[in-house]
């Protein structure tokens, strides 16, 4: 059984910086695309960013773009989000998610239905 597992959320004044941890076990991450989404009071849940198995190479939602960081470090099977220059609509419950296909072709396109075992979330609140 997959479980991911995040940690490091916290409150941060505006403009500061933040990372998140995903930890996972059960499933080696080597061969599976990783993502990060996002959920903020009474709206849905929204894709972030993610890293590619193969390379490492990433994609993020345009309003996060140049600001957060997705790396991995498969021998921990750990994923990171660094978040800089954060603003109070960053607020949100930050989830951890692992691919749900091995070897899977890129798409920087991805959506929730590419992923399939999430973590429990970290809250992450940006005051003004």
């Known amino acids: 059984q997959v479980q991911l597992v995040e940690s490091g959320g916290g409150l941060v004044q505006a403009g500061g910086s933040l990372r998140v941890s995903c930890a996972v076990s059960?499933?080696?991450?080597?061969?599976?695309?990783m993502g990060w989404f996002r959920q903020a009071p009474g709206k849905e849940r929204e894709f972030v960013g993610q890293?590619?198995?193969?390379?490492?190479?990433?994609s993020y939602a345009d309003s996060v773009k140049g600001r957060f960081t997705i790396s991995r470090d498969n021998a921990k099977n750990m994923v990171y989000l660094q978040m800089n220059s954060l603003k109070p609509e960053d607020t949100a419950v930050y989830y951890c998610a692992a691919g749900g296909v091995p070897f899977r072709q890129w798409s920087a396109q991805s959506t929730e239905r590419d992923f399939d075992s999430w973590g429990q979330g970290t809250q992450v609140t940006v005051s003004s």
């Open positions: 890293i590619s198995w193969s390379d490492g190479k990433t």
């Open positions: 059960g499933r080696t991450i080597r061969w599976y695309d």
